[in-house]
């Protein structure tokens, strides 16, 4: 029989950070490096754990080596051919720490990762990526590559539950991807009636996830740094951004120039109609598409956009008086609230 879970489960709009008392004297003296140990691969990871999503237009090698400058990671698309990576890997060494392969979970997608991982030997994370996390040939797929390749680490999603987070852990996922349909260009929600509100399932599976010794990704649903600083106090290991770096030089696509001389790029979701028509020939009959197609304002260098998540997340450590990263989920209350921000100038804002 149908039934209505009980309590209320939110979404990063739902909540603000509550102040607490800091020694902290500058922004300057938060640490937002983390350092993890990874259950199942066994390997180490240094750094500052933002990371761009796998999408085509996101998941760019430009997109690695912007911001492997500041030790943030990319999950490389799948639609890179095996030369385009060599000669990515030939001319990069140094950023190969902070990507991973994604791949999808057919016999191709596993031919065509196996390949890139045995040619490119510094490559050690794997991003194994399905919009629907649940079924069991997924489960069954992480075990293959885990016994395939037992010393890297691999992402796995996506889910939004704590049992399913447990039983991929189990199957050799390192790091879960959480997230169904809080995307800026997802319309899983609207198509299928399908989700979880971000923050709660964040609070739930990193639960689930910490208990078995494994990490998760608050994949999706941040609209401003504000949203990352929430996903980080409510225990996500990292979190992954798409619409918040579109429109930049590094994503992939041209600059297009409208009518009225305003610069835009085109950002789609992975199951949109766009992406399907471009790497398969076009949306399956069995199928809908659950994605959207926009047009972005062009947004220059990504470094500045970088930037100021980086500073908003130290500002927020510093509110909450957390002298590093690490301390964020402890120092942390979240507060319920209706209204975010005063909007009455949103009309009037200028683009800087």
Wanted: glycine share 10%.
């Amino acid at each position: 029989m149908p039934r209505i879970e009980k309590g209320v489960k939110l979404d990063f709009k739902d909540v603000l950070l509550r102040p607490r008392r800091s020694t902290l004297k500058s922004r300057s003296e938060v640490e937002l490096t983390r350092k993890y140990h990874f259950r199942n691969s066994g390997q180490e990871y240094t750094g500052i754990p933002i990371i761009a999503a796998n999408m085509d237009t996101v998941g760019t090698f430009e997109m690695a080596l912007a911001l492997n400058k500041h030790t943030c990671f990319t999950t490389i698309h799948k639609h890179y051919s095996l030369q385009e990576w060599m000669d990515f890997a030939a001319n990069n060494p140094s950023v190969l720490t902070n990507v991973a392969v994604s791949s999808g979970i057919g016999q191709q997608d596993l031919d065509k990762l196996s390949q890139i991982l045995q040619n490119i030997a510094e490559i050690k994370y794997i991003c194994l990526d399905v919009a629907n996390g649940y079924s069991e040939h997924f489960v069954e797929f992480v075990k293959q590559v885990r016994n395939l390749f037992p010393n890297h680490t691999i992402m796995a999603g996506n889910v939004v539950t704590g049992e399913m987070v447990e039983e991929l852990i189990l199957a050799g996922a390192d790091i879960i991807k959480v997230g169904i349909g809080p995307g800026s260009v997802c319309t899983t929600r609207k198509k299928t009636g399908v989700g979880y509100p971000q923050l709660s399932a964040v609070l739930e599976c990193m639960d689930a996830a910490h208990g078995l010794g494994g990490h998760i990704i608050s994949d999706g649903g941040c609209t401003c740094p504000g949203d990352i600083c929430k996903a980080f106090g409510a225990g996500a290991d990292f979190v992954m951004l798409g619409g918040m770096l579109s429109g930049h030089d590094q994503c992939g696509g041209e600059i297009v120039v409208k009518p009225n001389g305003k610069k835009v790029k085109q950002f789609y979701g992975m199951s949109s109609e766009t992406a399907m028509n471009k790497h398969h020939g076009g949306v399956a009959e069995y199928r809908a598409s659950e994605g959207k197609t926009v047009e972005v304002p062009y947004r220059g260098d990504v470094e500045f956009t970088i930037l100021d998540v980086l500073g908003g997340l130290r500002s927020a450590c510093t509110y909450t008086g957390a002298s590093k990263l690490k301390e964020l989920p402890i120092r942390t209350t979240f507060v319920r609230v209706t209204q975010q921000t005063n909007e009455i100038f949103k009309m009037m804002e200028i683009d800087n």
